[in-house]
Nanobody
Framework: QVQLVESGGRLVQAGGSLRLSCAAS????????MGWFRQAPGKEREFVAT????????YYADSVKGRFTISRDNAKNTVYLQMNSLKPEDTAVYYC?????????????????WGQGTQVTVSS
């Protein structure tokens, strides 16, 4: 059974940083793309960042470009999201997901397994 478990979310002040982790079990991540999405209260889930199988190709939502960095350690079967210069509008539940293929993907329907989410709250 495939499991993705996110961690690292917490309350942080605006301008601060957090690093989220997503650890996988039951499936090797080394040959598939991974993504991070988020969902704020009352809003639809939205794309945040994606990374290809090797880590050599990444893509970001405009709202986080230049502030967030997605990375992966295939030896540890883990994907990370480094979030800097956090803003109150970054407050959301953050989800990681594993893709169907090895190439980066921005749509939720391109992902098959999802974690349970981790709460990030940014205070002003």
């Amino acid at each position: 059974q495939v499991q993705l478990v996110e961690s690292g979310g917490r309350l942080v002040q605006a301008g601060g940083s957090l690093r989220l982790s997503c650890a996988a079990s039951g499936r090797t991540l080394s040959n598939i793309a991974m993504g991070w999405f988020r969902q704020a209260p009352g809003k639809e889930r939205e794309f945040v960042a994606t990374i290809n199988w090797s880590g050599g190709s990444t893509y970001y939502a405009d709202s986080v470009k230049g502030r967030f960095t997605i990375s992966r350690d295939n030896a540890k079967n883990t994907v990370y999201l480094q979030m800097n210069s956090l803003k109150p509008e970054d407050t959301a539940v953050y989800y990681c997901a594993s893709g169907f293929t090895s190439t980066p993907a921005v749509h939720s329907y391109e992902y098959d397994y999802w974690g349970q989410g981790t709460q990030v709250t940014v205070s002003s």
